[in-house]
């Protein structure tokens, strides 16, 4: 399924330093995370010129590939290519990388791997509780009823045993054993101590050491300073136990270790920090509930661009555990990448230039559903005036949201279907203040955009097509060089291809033969001639004369290989029919004479008469599309080639 | 520098088809390989990646050419290409 991406993550790893150089590798939404050994042996320009890849950043020391949406695929197959080449990135040394990072960025990227593994069970989870909420509101169950009890339990399963789920995907983080990591969250949340607890009695291991009563059910923040230190435990244990009784011995004495510093002193610990937590949100509900929706509102682009996002969406989760409910993230996530949304879209509509409207039509609908990067990358930040619209809006939008304490009861992608996420504590009065927060976040970001479009959107021309917006677009940089003084119109970014021959024009795939019609030569467009006057559909160099005078191999000065083929299976013809033609290495104009056929001829000699025209090495540009259909003149526009 | 010489296997020669499963292949390796006809100077080497550069060269079927490369995994990437170069598509 991901063969297609083989080639792509080939090139990323050898662009990036070869498997040697790689510590880790990881993915978000859009991107591949690279750690590597060392920074300076990825070739970024290099890599950013890589169809398919978007962007390279390095950012708190983690080298950032953004690929797109279909990252999971691409991940897959440089996972499956490391593993081939016999490269095991799982064990990595601890000193493996030579870039110091900040503890700051340090942090934020454990915290962020260790929590990033549980939205979906989150996300779960808290639709389960949406779904009860609404069984309620409409009385299709009442709160005493067993349905009620048991539905609530499936929901509350992954908050109750939350330490579990962190422990393990902590530890996966930490690259400790997440089976033993689990073990241990189990031994804090077992019945019995759960008893002990509740029956408030002192408690002592071997009559000395105190083990303070505290329950961790639900709780966060004791499992992973338990599991921080169950790293250091285990790697020590790995080391001075001889390899020949390391299986028994390792867990083993790790359970007996930690379990016991997690009960009598690691687990303590966290329950008072996050008491402090606790006491942190209840101060913000109660003195400044308005202020995490306005910050997050109108900053998550800019928070997103620096990988903080990932630093703060955990404490979201935190309260979410703690008190049920998370206003400190989800809201302003929200509204902000909806008016991210809004804005890509305002400026798709509103701008001149092709190539920005495709990207702002596609980024618009992936950011309404919650993933902004590419709109993020491609429109906003190179246009500025839409990001600024953005995040007022965001800020807008937020501050409503928070003034009315809209919280969301599950964590989950923060895109349109999230306003589900709003229905809980049996109302539906969070979802109604979440939407009327995104009608205002959108109006106000709408207007914005459209207005400050009028003042910075300027019809494209001719002449601009090389400057300033382009270069900062993520596109295929590697052919821009060239491109003037021919007689094929350059706009911004896109080669025009022009038709070769008057007639009528059908799609490539209904074109009878195969080799063509399954765009193995490459995508492109057929036409039905009217004639045997075969043109150049472009300016550039014949790099191609078949002695037969049937096929045409053109070269533009902006690197697109254009094959103009006279009828189907007329390499038999032998060059009978075809007068006139063009030589090799002739330097040729948009329009200018190809070959002449003779169109009854191919057609006495049983072959369709259809000209294709296919642009051979499409893989080094974004797109080519059709630009017309039905009938057409010679020379008329017919294909584009984005680059 | 690694070098192949392979013969062409395919009725066509490196036309149509068997030069798409040639190119893709080619670019599939992620490295800079050229293709020339065996007694050509190394000057008219043309990249291996590209269908029109391919065409031009102008190759039938039994013709002999040489591919070229240069990197760490070069040699078995001319092995697989030669390999292809070496089946006949259409049969």
Redesign the interface.
């Known amino acids: 399924m991901s063969k297609q991406y083989?080639?792509l993550a080939?090139?990323i790893i050898?662009l990036v330093g070869g498997p040697d150089n790689i510590a880790t590798v990881y993915h978000c939404q859009t991107r591949l995370r690279f750690e590597l050994r060392d920074n300076g042996k990825a070739d970024q320009e290099k890599l950013a010129a890589v169809e398919g890849v978007a962007k390279t950043l390095v950012n708190a020391g983690v080298f950032q590939v953004v690929v797109g949406m279909h990252v999971k695929d691409v991940y897959e197959e440089v996972e499956q290519q490391l593993a081939a080449s016999g490269h095991r990135v799982t064990e990595t040394e601890e000193d493996g990388t030579s870039e110091k990072r900040g503890i700051v960025s340090t942090v934020i990227d454990f915290v962020a791997g260790a929590f990033q593994p549980l939205i979906p069970a989150l996300s779960g989870a808290g639709m389960v509780k949406a779904f009860l909420a609404l069984l309620v509101v409409f009385n299709v169950i009442t709160r005493q009823s067993q349905s009620y009890v048991i539905i609530n339990f499936i929901a509350d399963a992954v908050f109750y045993f939350m330490p579990m789920l962190i422990a393990f995907s902590a530890a996966n983080k930490l690259k400790s054993n997440p089976i033993l990591a689990a073990g241990v969250a189990g031994i804090m949340m077992h019945p019995n101590w759960l008893a002990l607890v509740q029956e408030g009695k002192p408690v002592h291991l071997f009559e000395v050491i105190p083990l303070p009563l505290a329950s961790y059910a639900g709780s966060v923040i004791p499992i992973i300073l338990v599991v921080l230190v169950q790293a250091r435990v285990e790697k020590l244990l790995d080391r001075i136990i001889p390899a020949a009784v390391k299986l028994v011995f390792v867990p083993m004495i790790t359970f007996l270790v930690v379990g016991t510093l997690a009960m009598t002193v690691l687990g303590p610990i966290g329950s008072i920090i996050g008491g402090w937590l606790g006491l942190f949100f209840g101060f913000l509900s109660t003195h400044a509930a308005w202020a995490p929706a306005v910050l997050i509102g109108a900053s998550l682009p800019v928070m997103v661009m620096f990988g903080l996002h990932n630093g703060v969406a955990p404490l979201g989760i935190v309260q979410l555990a703690q008190t049920g409910r998370e206003n400190i993230f989800g809201p302003g996530a929200l509204v902000s990448n909806i008016s991210v949304g809004v804005a890509t879209l305002v400026v798709a509509l509103r701008t001149k230039e092709r190539k920005l409207k495709q990207i702002a039509s596609a980024g618009s609908i992936t950011a309404l559903m919650g993933i902004t990067e590419p709109a993020l990358y491609g429109v906003l930040l190179p246009k500025r005036y839409p990001l600024i619209a953005a995040m007022i809006g965001g800020g807008c939008a937020g501050l409503y949201a928070g003034l009315t304490q809209t919280s969301r009861f599950a964590t989950g992608s923060s895109g349109l279907p999230a306003v589900l996420l709003y229905i809980g504590d049996n109302t539906l009065q969070h979802l109604i203040n979440i939407v009327i927060a995104l009608v205002i976040g959108a109006i106000v970001t709408a207007v914005l955009t459209f207005a400050l479009s009028l003042k910075y959107e300027k019809p494209a021309t001719p002449e601009e097509g090389f400057v300033v917006d382009y270069d900062s677009l993520p596109t295929t940089a590697s052919l821009r060089n060239g491109g003037t003084g021919t007689a094929t119109l350059v706009r911004a970014g896109v080669t025009e291809l022009n038709a070769p021959v008057a007639g009528v024009v059908v799609p490539l795939s209904e074109v009878g033969d195969p080799?063509f019609s399954a765009e193995?030569?490459?995508p492109g467009i057929a036409v039905e001639p009217a004639n045997g006057a075969i043109v150049a559909p472009c300016a550039g160099t014949v790099?191609?004369a078949?002695?037969t005078g049937h096929?045409f191999?053109i070269?533009t000065d902006d690197g697109v290989?254009v094959?103009v083929h006279v009828g189907i299976d007329t390499?038999t013809m032998d060059g009978h029919g075809f007068t006139d033609a063009v030589q090799?290495g002739a330097r040729i104009e948009a329009g200018q004479h190809l070959v002449t056929a003779d169109l009854d001829a191919i057609r006495a000699a049983g072959h369709p008469t259809t000209v294709i025209m296919v642009v051979?090495?499409h893989?080094k540009f974004d797109a080519v599309t059709a630009a017309a259909s039905g009938q057409v003149g010679s020379g008329e526009p017919v294909l584009d080639v984005v680059r | 520098m690694a070098e192949r010489i392979a013969t062409i296997a395919s009725r066509?020669g490196l036309?149509?088809?068997p030069a798409?499963?040639f190119?893709e292949a080619a670019?599939?390796?992620?490295l800079d390989i050229t293709i020339a006809a065996q007694d050509a100077p190394v000057a008219d080497a043309v990249d291996a990646?590209?269908?029109?550069?391919l065409?031009?060269l102008?190759i039938h079927h039994g013709d002999r050419v040489v591919l070229r490369a240069e990197g760490p995994d070069a040699e078995a990437a001319l092995d697989a290409l030669s390999r292809i170069l070496e089946t006949d598509h259409d049969a």
């Open positions: 083989a080639s080939g090139n050898d080799v193995t030569m490459g790099m191609v078949m002695a096929a191999g070269r290989e094959l390499v090799r051979t090495n893989d | 066509v036309h149509a088809r798409a499963v190119t670019r599939g390796t992620g990646s590209s269908i029109l550069a065409m031009s102008g």
